[in-house]
């Protein structure tokens, strides 16, 4: 029987996980079935010491048993069987009155929850009315190896009927703004970083007081405590609560327990992008490969918004058909911006063009370019997924920059499919732009790049057909 400080080494087909006999604590949490950002030669570590990352919990009160007693247990090491789909390990501890704590963790095949059940044994000789509390600690630190392309959130979360979800950044705690003691009856915590989360989800409705804590130095704790109703000498009281560790798969989550899917954060635009992921991942479920998937979802995109750019291209193609006599007009009142203003309006007018009308596709876009770039930043599912080739990462920069190139490329071409701006000035602006924005494209996920470049094809030979449709007939050269 383990007595000391020691680890109970525990394995199934997705966890490696310690626990560590001083407090009973879960203090190591190996995800088997996802990789560092840097290293794909090893599994991610999400609870372990690097960010003093763990879950306590333990009954409040003098020589109670808590998250500091040391506990024994008769296991050292466990690993799930084949065949079997749960597995438990109990520890225990007495205090020096005869009160026991037995604490069971129960894992389970295919599954990153897991159950920590507190089962409190009286044996005094008086009643006991405990406060049984569960606790994530976790500094204030970033994830070391997330290199996103964008700030992401690392804080912790509460979520209730009544209030929904809301995040509580370690900042807040530190400044006093975070609740520090909150009565509910139900919800549930969580820590959160880039792609992962450890949530506690009591599934019963019952009293509860959520809290926030400073425990140190850039160390904090968010956490639960259970008022138990009194329990006479010789009698017991049991508590379970699931927890939740490891990848925010929307699937899983929405599962687990109702609001935990919120911890996937895609920004303001979350009403587009949530969406845009449920398509996205309809696809993949047909085609098993996420770059398929996001072409897919281009065409989807394309075709709702054909309409838009087919009106928009007709009224690129007039305004190319019409190019020469606006710069004969800049000529004319070159000395008068108002009188040319008035004669370019009255073109404008006469051939029922719209001059912004190539801009708004664009604009109209941008919403669905933005939800996007977040569904590939903050979606899981994505991290690590290959394409063909060279990408094997669609949620990371195209490590040849090939896409990025392409993107330039289509830009040019389309630039040059637009009619050419009678001001000189913004003829040179047009032509740099391609060069200018496309640059940008050199820093954004693979995904994206993929999304956009695959749109831009089609919205050149979207283009290049209308334009041909408005093309003036060659003159027929009589044959001598």
């Not at 006991?128 to 994530?136: A, C, H, I, T, V």
């Not at 007039?318 to 000529?331: A, G, Q, S």
């Not at 008035?342 to 669905?368: D, R, S, W």
Request: aromatic share 10%; with cysteine.
């Amino acid at each position: 029987m383990t007595t000391s400080n020691d680890r109970i080494h525990v394995e199934t087909d997705a966890l490696r996980v310690e626990i560590d006999t001083l407090g009973g604590n879960l203090v190591y949490v190996e995800l088997l079935r996802h990789k560092e950002t840097n290293s794909r030669e090893k599994n991610l570590v999400l609870l372990g010491p690097e960010h003093r990352y763990g879950l306590h919990s333990g009954l409040t009160g003098t020589n109670l048993p808590n998250h500091t007693t040391k506990f024994s247990s008769t296991v050292k090491e466990a690993v799930l069987a084949p065949g079997a789909n749960t597995l438990e390990v109990r520890l225990e501890a007495v205090s020096p009155e005869g009160i026991r704590l037995i604490k069971t963790y129960g894992f389970h095949r295919d599954s990153y929850t897991i159950d920590v059940k507190n089962e409190i044994d009286n044996g005094s000789a008086s009643p006991l009315s405990p406060n049984l509390y569960y606790q994530l600690v976790r500094d204030g630190k970033a994830p070391s190896d997330d290199n996103s392309m964008a700030p992401t959130y690392t804080g912790a979360a509460i979520y209730s009927e009544e209030d929904k979800f809301h995040k509580v950044a370690f900042s807040d705690i530190d400044k006093g703004k975070a609740p520090v003691a909150k009565s509910l009856d139900n919800g549930w915590v969580a820590i959160i970083q880039h792609h992962f989360v450890t949530a506690l989800l009591p599934q019963a409705k019952e009293a509860r007081e959520v809290y926030t804590r400073k425990l140190a130095d850039n160390f904090y704790a968010i956490g639960m405590i259970f008022p138990l109703a009194t329990i006479a000498p010789g009698g017991k009281a049991v508590q379970t609560v699931p927890v939740y560790v490891g990848p925010q798969e929307q699937s899983r989550l929405t599962l687990a327990a109702p609001g935990l899917d919120l911890v996937v954060d895609y920004g303001f635009l979350t009403v587009i992008a949530a969406p845009l992921f449920w398509v996205l991942q309809l696809f993949f479920d047909w085609t098993g490969n996420w770059g398929i998937a996001i072409i897919l979802l281009t065409l989807v995109i394309k075709l709702i918004f054909y309409p838009l750019s087919a009106t928009s291209y007709r009224s690129m193609a007039k305004m190319k058909l019409v190019t020469p006599r606006l710069t004969k007009i800049r000529e004319m009142y070159a000395n008068d911006r108002m009188k040319q203003n008035q004669a370019m309006m009255e073109l404008y007018k006469t051939e029922k063009i719209n001059p912004l009308g190539g801009c708004l596709p664009i604009f109209v876009q941008i919403p669905v370019f933005i939800s996007l770039y977040w569904v590939l930043l903050a979606a899981v599912e994505l991290r690590h997924a290959p394409f063909y080739g060279w990408i094997t990462d669609l949620a990371a920069i195209d490590p040849w920059y090939v896409l990025p190139a392409l993107m330039m490329c289509s830009m040019v071409i389309q630039t040059r499919l637009n009619p050419t701006p009678p001001d000189p000035v913004q003829a040179k602006v047009m032509q740099i732009m391609p060069f200018a924005f496309g640059i940008m494209f050199f820093f954004f996920p693979a995904g994206l790049v993929l999304y956009w470049l695959v749109n831009n094809i089609l919205s050149i030979l979207q283009q290049w057909q209308i334009s041909r449709m408005f093309e003036p007939p060659k003159a027929v050269v009589p044959k001598r």
